[in-house]
């Protein structure tokens, strides 16, 4: 007799003069594989490295508190997993949709091995100045429509960065990275504008500046 085992990838193996016994062994030892695949790709899933922030998942609005129409403090970041051999950590926040250029909100070298992440409105490493010309933690401030926000952390392979500005952080943090985790966020003010213009169609505003009295000049005796 002949026998046919249907392995799970689709292929028709035939066994010609086998006993089951070598059929059954031969099943058991796929199935044991594959176990043996399936607990080794869960480990890895639970090691990848990644950001996170309790203030907001990927891709949602940023709560206004963190922005620059609220509170304007940084949202708390943490990361876990990082690489074997990661010796400090490199921190970008920028908006890729503002207009003509990507804008800098938040830059940070040399921030520790031994961090796990920057608490709310607080301060890790070496902050280097943004566009908006400070170094420090600048929020969301779209002029129109709805933009993305980038949270992006960097492993990196050396103990310090020696960047003083924008361009040369992004030039080393992305030639000596290890590896890079990245969160992004949303936030818009065309439901704060909405609101703003019921309010205003609401009072009891006028509709244009009022008309300035010209002053009546004295006749000459």
């Known amino acids: 007799f002949i026998f046919f085992f249907q392995a799970e990838d689709g292929i028709r193996d035939s066994v010609a003069s ?32 990644k950001i996170i922030s309790t203030a907001f998942q990927e891709g949602d609005p940023i709560p206004v508190k963190y922005t620059g129409d609220g509170e304007d403090i940084s949202p708390p970041i943490s990361w876990e ?4 051999g990661t010796k400090s950590y490199a921190f970008i926040c920028d908006d890729p949709d503002a207009p003509k250029r990507t804008w800098t909100h938040w830059l940070i070298k040399n921030i520790p091995a031994t961090a796990t992440g920057i608490p709310e409105g607080g301060k890790v ?10 170094s420090k933690y600048g929020g969301p401030a779209p002029p129109s429509g709805v933009h993305h926000y980038r949270f992006k952390v960097y492993a990196m392979s050396v103990d310090k960065l020696e960047a003083k500005n924008q361009a040369e952080l992004y030039a080393e943090a992305e030639k000596k990275k290890i590896a890079d985790a990245l969160l992004t966020g949303t936030y818009t003010r065309e ?29 000459k005796k």
Do not use: C
């Not at 490493?125 to 400070?134: A, L, P, S, T, W």
């Open 18 to 49: 086998r006993g089951l016994g070598d059929v059954y062994k031969r099943q058991v030892s796929t199935q044991s594989t594959w176990d043996q695949d399936i607990r080794y790709n869960s480990i890895m899933e639970k090691k990848v490295f």
């Open 81 to 84: 997993n990082p690489p074997a």
């Open 125 to 134: 490493g070496v902050e280097i100045k943004n566009m908006f010309g400070f």
């Open 191 to 219: 439901k704060k504008a909405k609101q703003l213009l019921r309010l205003m169609r609401s009072s009891k505003l006028p509709t244009a500046m009022p008309k300035k009295k010209k002053k009546k000049k004295k006749k």
